[in-house]
């Protein structure tokens, strides 16, 4: 039997059950400490990234592949199938996305997107002058922002050595929190690469919406990937971090 998963953010082992759905990984709770809304136990974790890049039977060399006949066969097509039935509504959020950011981070700089998906965003701030990074631990869909924009991605989840301290001016993350196992674990990698008075901008679920009062355990956030439910960020990782809500 799995065990109780305790609280990320406060270490408390006291969650309240909130829903069962039948695709989670585990029965969703909250936190009576602080609020946080996890998966506790985690019972089911074939469709969770721990570390590392999700490389299957894939040859090494796909790692750092920039082939697009290296998709042939991949079942990750049918995401970048979705992706590019959705480019011109993508490239408009990218621009909003930018829009805000550059509000506070007129200067531009280097940019690192965390969970990049096919690189979409990134393209737009390449465009738009930035210097680009980006980490995806999905051999596939790393492969085609290599391919299709020429970008700088890695083939990988954030590590310490990822990059060099203070490297970045703004680091992303839109709808990655929710699929990591250690989400304050990865707020303390992303503290040592950003830069004193860099941007940390953070896209996560939240719960505490009409549309989840009506389907409950049956609404679409509840997937198999999906650990965490509604984030609470602090600031707790140092001033030099500055955050930007959406």
Not at 3 to 15: F, R
Not at 116 to 136: D, K, M, N, P
């Amino acid at each position: 039997m799995a065990e109780s998963v305790n609280c990320n953010l406060c270490g408390a082992d006291d969650g309240q059950v909130l829903f069962r759905p039948s695709q989670s990984p585990g029965p969703v709770v909250r936190c009576r400490e602080c609020g946080l809304v996890y998966v506790s136990p985690r019972e089911n974790t074939k469709g969770i990234t721990f570390e590392g890049p999700e490389i299957g039977n894939y040859p090494p060399r796909m790692l750092t592949s920039s082939d697009l006949d290296d998709l042939v066969g991949c079942w990750e097509k049918s995401l970048i199938e979705e992706e590019e039935a959705e480019l011109s509504a993508k490239v408009v959020n990218a621009h909003r996305a930018l829009d805000r950011i550059e509000q506070l981070m007129p200067s531009k700089g280097t940019i690192l997107d965390l969970g990049c998906f096919c690189g979409t965003f990134l393209h737009v701030a390449v465009e738009r002058g930035w210097a680009s990074y980006g980490i995806e631990p999905l051999v596939g869909l790393a492969i085609y922002a290599r391919a299709k924009f020429g970008l700088n991605v890695i083939t990988d989840t954030l590590r310490d050595d990822s990059f060099p301290p203070e490297f970045f001016d703004v680091v992303t993350a839109f709808q990655v929190f929710e699929h990591l196992p250690d989400p304050l674990g990865e707020l303390t990698r992303i503290w040592r690469i950003l830069k004193p008075g860099g941007l940390l901008v953070v896209e996560v679920p939240n719960i505490d919406t009409v549309w989840m009062g009506l389907l409950g355990q049956h609404h679409r956030h509840f997937t198999a990937d999906h650990l965490y439910s509604q984030m609470i960020f602090r600031p707790s990782v140092g001033q030099k971090v500055r955050h930007l809500d959406f």
